[in-house]
């Protein structure tokens, strides 16, 4: 019963999505930013070249998404805490400030499907470099399975930046930015 409520609850939720662009193996995705909950961005992907298990070692490797994630220039694991860790990222992008965050991240292995999820850890006290402002938002996830051969891989984020962005950067990085850091993804999980 638990298996069939997730499952329509999913349904409903990819329902609210709409389609914006095929690239390299995904489905992208985008929810409205006049939906309840905000915008958020998806990427549904079948990659036949990617070894499940080798991606979810990437992926494992916190303090390394500065390789996988093109706008993430630093990442460490702050500390460990249980099954989850508290990481700071900053980012950076050409024409704005830059963006600072703690985010508690957790790993779930369900059968052979391995889901890493995250939110803002906005209680967590974080010292800002000179001109930085603090992410409010940030939550997602990576979830990965095997397919055929390959990897099945689901990834979603809803940011909010704060602070003042121009309405440029913003549709540029819900239309090509987010397909990028999929194919940059990508790349680095099939590169030896």
């Known amino acids: 019963m ?3 409520l997730t499952s329509l609850a999913s349904a409903a939720d990819t329902d609210v999505f709409e389609h914006v662009r095929d690239q390299d193996g995904c489905a992208i995705a985008m929810r409205p930013p006049s939906h309840a909950e905000g915008a958020a961005m998806r990427a549904e992907c079948s990659w036949p070249d990617v070894d499940p ?3 979810v070692d990437l992926l494992s490797q916190y303090d390394r998404y500065p390789d996988l994630v093109f706008p993430i220039d630093e990442a460490r694991v702050v500390r460990e805490d249980g099954e989850r860790s508290l990481v700071y990222q900053r980012q950076s992008m050409i024409g704005i ?4 965050v703690l985010l508690w991240i957790g ?3 369900e059968g052979d499907a391995t889901t890493f999820s995250w939110s803002v850890a906005a209680d ?3 010292d800002l470099r000179p001109g930085a402002i603090r992410t409010p938002k940030n939550t997602g996830f990576w979830r990965v399975e095997p397919l055929d051969g390959g990897s099945r891989v689901v990834h979603e984020i809803a940011l909010d930046a704060g602070g ?9 990085v819900r239309t090509r930015s987010f ?3 999929m194919s940059d993804v990508r790349a680095c ?4």
């Open 107 to 109: 790993r779930v292995d």
């Open 97 to 100: 400030a830059d963006r600072e």
């Open 179 to 181: 397909a990028k850091i």
């Open 2 to 4: 638990l298996a069939l």
């Open 53 to 55: 298990v080798h991606l």
């Open 124 to 126: 967590e006290p974080l």
């Open 189 to 192: 999980a099939v590169a030896p």
């Open 164 to 172: 003042s962005i121009p309405a440029w950067i913003v549709n540029l």
